[in-house]
């Protein structure tokens, strides 16, 4: 029986147990795949001149651009003030275009130049290596899989907080 009240877990994946082995947990194993997953692409993006955060944005303008700020922000889960910094670095080094939106000039849209297009598909090659690592041994099916699990997770994630 679980230390805590209604819960469906095993002792060992329970925060709450006195039997909970961290190492086993699996929100720990996903971070821990995903510090070593951007540890090792860091250091390669880095002779592009891009950090983590230009990264994830290219990871996004290349197939949506162009794009808006405040949508680009929320699919690469990153604050708008890191996300409009970066884009104004990335500007600087003509990586990337903005342009008010024709509908709303309220509203301002990003889009990936030439330049940017070049890096990006440079950096995606760099992190397609560095996923075809982590998925050794896995087949289709298990990645289709792991990916249906981790859909779970965050839909469970986004429906109510912890209090």
């Not at 009240?5 to 147990?17: G, I, K, V």
């Not at 996903?30 to 990871?59: N, P, S, W």
């Not at 996923?131 to 986004?158: P, S, T």
Request: charged share 25%; proline share 4%; aromatic share 6%.
């Amino acid at each position: 029986m679980n230390d805590t009240q209604n819960s469906t877990l095993p002792n060992h994946f329970d925060p709450a147990s006195t039997e909970f082995d961290l190492f086993q947990s699996p929100l720990y194993l996903i971070a821990h795949a995903d510090f070593m997953f951007h540890e090792d692409l860091d250091k390669a993006i880095q002779k592009f001149g891009v950090d983590r955060t230009t990264y994830r944005l290219l990871t996004i303008l290349r197939p949506r651009s162009p794009i808006n700020i405040k949508e680009l922000s929320h699919l690469t889960m990153l604050k708008r003030s890191t996300t409009s910094r970066a884009l104004e670095r990335m500007r600087k080094k003509g990586w990337v275009n903005q342009s008010l939106n024709e509908i709303d000039n309220r509203i301002t849209d990003v889009s990936l130049s030439d330049a940017g297009l070049e890096l990006a598909t440079k950096v995606m090659r760099l992190g397609s290596r560095q996923l075809q690592r982590a998925v050794k041994g896995l087949n289709e099916a298990q990645l289709e899989e792991l990916v249906g699990l981790l859909k779970k997770l965050v839909f469970n994630l986004n429906k109510l907080p912890i209090e």
